[in-house]
């Protein structure tokens, strides 16, 4: 089934006076089914973060249309934004995005709370998602006292406890140490292999890996895919390495 539907996706940015323009996204257009992995890979300006911004309604493309089980996204009232946002998208960041003066708990709470969730509907929904991910132990610390692996665990859970139809990360890897990136990885392969539907920006080759599909954007356009089909880990990473150096180098698919 058809989660969502990018369709012909366009987004121009006017400089501070107008005097310029710049052409962030041109013309892409794309699938996600449920229950898919994709990550989508670029260099440094290719337009991934605007497309991520755009599929997470925090910024509105020039022309184009992002429909979320056939509602057009792009057309949600303003009033309506910040409740949608809570009802059906998770995000996982970089930077955890965890309060400091909220214990893990509250935190991981926190989007219940503002969707105006019981506290027994809160903690029945908590107790199965922190046995997956082995947090159980760390619900009553603050942010401050844990590891930046654990950190990102914890967003992970605030990210998948409201049930939302996709989870976007942006480079959820991006601050951890290889060790806590490889057991990051593993979880959100644990979670997508439970029906959860992820999309991932990164500029991590190993955590492009782990996704059963990989978009890349090249100068605001998409400029190729891979399955993943049978392939293993290792074989998905030297696809895609092989892909970024055409990426990089100016080449074609097709050479």
């Known amino acids: 089934m058809v989660l969502v539907e990018v369709k012909n996706l366009k987004k121009i940015y006017s400089t501070r006076f107008g005097g310029n323009k710049v052409q962030a996204l041109d013309d892409v257009s794309f699938s996600v089914e449920a229950g898919e992995y994709i990550a989508i890979m670029g260099e440094s300006g290719s337009g991934k973060t605007t497309l991520l911004n755009i599929l997470a309604s925090l910024d509105k493309p020039t022309s184009g249309e992002v429909l979320l089980e056939g509602k057009n996204i792009v057309n949600i009232k303003e009033s309506e934004i910040s409740a949608f946002r809570r009802n059906h998208l998770g995000y996982v960041f970089q930077d955890f995005n965890l309060l400091d003066t909220f214990s893990i708990k509250d935190n991981i709470f926190l989007p219940l709370v503002l969707s105006g969730k019981d506290y027994k509907e809160m903690e029945s929904r908590l107790q199965p998602i922190v046995n997956k991910l082995g947090i159980k132990d760390i619900l009553e610390k603050y942010p401050y006292e844990v590891s930046g692996g654990q950190k990102q ?6 990210a998948i406890i409201t049930n939302p139809k996709l989870v976007l990360a942006d480079e959820p890897t991006g601050s951890l140490d290889s ?9 959100f392969s644990t979670i997508n292999n ?3 539907t992820i999309l991932m920006v990164t500029h991590s080759t190993i955590a492009a890996s782990h996704a059963s599909r990989v978009l890349f954007i090249k100068d605001g356009k998409l400029f190729n895919q891979i399955y993943r089909g049978a392939m293993s880990n290792d074989e998905m990473y030297q696809k895609i390495s092989n892909t ?3 990426l990089t ?5 097709n050479e």
Do not use: D, N, V
Request: glycine residues 16%; hydrophobic residues 40%.
């Open 153 to 158: 665990r914890a967003a992970i859970t605030r």
């Open 179 to 187: 060790k806590s990136a490889g057991e990051i990885l593993k979880l």
């Open 194 to 196: 439970f029906g959860q």
């Open 244 to 246: 970024l150096t055409l």
């Open 249 to 253: 180098t100016g080449g074609s698919e």
